[in-house]
């Protein structure tokens, strides 16, 4: 099975791009490929494009965004890792989204509506904050973030949404115990969803 990671932290050191490596290295042991995509690594351009609205009568996906669809083509699950900032998605996160999972690739044009492209492709999400874990529990903020993205982006795209795990309290200063032990959870996560005999099961839904 082939993974993409989605990494949006523009800190190469930071506990996103430590998460990135270490779901890595639990989805390759488990005997699956992993492909990391460092949005800031890449310098990836968040900004759509007039001609990339599917709207639009020049309509046409610019070049990076066609090369992303390309690598992208044959992977079975999505895993996005990005802290969250005013309780949202990075801008990085959310323009990788608008461009590559947009027209074409993500969904294409139905009679009506929209038709999902991605049916089969599972979806895993790991998130960070500096507010307390249980903070974002008791006051929505992740139910609400889960909502408002896991599940639209899921249904617009026919995506499964298989896993999201938070992380919160991620400060500077956190003791080197305590993050190696969430970093252990990272890769135990990914050897627990598909180290099993048969572990796209739950994707193809």
Request: hydrophobic share 40%; with cysteine; charged share 25%.
């Amino acid at each position: 099975m082939r993974q993409a990671i989605i990494v949006s932290h523009p800190n190469p050191r930071s506990f996103n791009a430590a998460m990135a490596r270490a779901y890595g290295e639990g989805l390759q042991a488990a005997g699956h490929e992993a492909v990391t995509r460092d949005l800031y690594g890449l310098d990836f351009d968040p900004r759509l494009r007039a001609r990339e609205l599917p709207w639009s009568e020049d309509f046409a996906p610019g070049p990076d965004v066609v090369a992303e669809r390309a690598l992208l083509k044959e992977v079975s699950v999505f895993v996005f890792i990005y802290a969250l900032w005013f309780n949202t998605p990075p801008a990085m996160t959310k323009g990788y989204i608008e461009r590559v999972f947009g027209m074409g690739f993500g969904y294409g044009r139905a009679s009506a509506t929209s038709e999902p492209l991605l049916r089969g492709r599972g979806l895993v999400s790991f998130t960070s904050s500096g507010a307390p874990g249980e903070w974002t529990k008791e006051t929505g903020a992740l139910d609400r973030l889960r909502g408002a993205f896991d599940d639209y982006l899921a249904e617009i795209c026919g995506l499964t949404v298989i896993e999201h795990r938070h992380f919160g309290g991620i400060v500077p200063g956190l003791r080197p115990d305590a993050v190696r032990g969430m970093l252990d959870e990272v890769r135990g996560t990914a050897t627990r969803l598909f180290g099993g005999p048969d572990p796209a099961r739950d994707i193809a839904t």
